[in-house]
């Protein structure tokens, strides 16, 4: 984050570069994948994606962006 200049919210508000993993993973923890069945068909959605956590998905990478895409 420091890097690309980058900040998320930590616990106590507060804008920072240097987030804990235990925070980062915090933040993903409300992050959840609903599949339904409509007709035969699989439709997978990610719920949960706020501004924060797609930054952070950003900074991770291509995979990581897909993965929760």
């Known amino acids: ?5 980058e ?3 930590n616990q106590v508000k507060k804008k920072t570069q240097t987030p804990t993993m235990k ?3 915090f933040l993903f923890r409300r992050i959840t994948e609903l599949v339904i069945e ?3 068909k699989r439709i997978k959605k990610v719920l949960n994606l706020d501004e924060e956590t797609i930054k952070v998905l950003k900074l991770m ?7 929760y895409a």
């Open 1 to 5: 984050m420091e890097e690309a200049k």
């Open 7 to 9: 900040a998320i919210r």
């Open 23 to 25: 925070w980062v993973f």
């Open 38 to 40: 409509i007709d035969g």
């Open 61 to 67: 990478g291509e995979k990581y962006e897909k993965y």
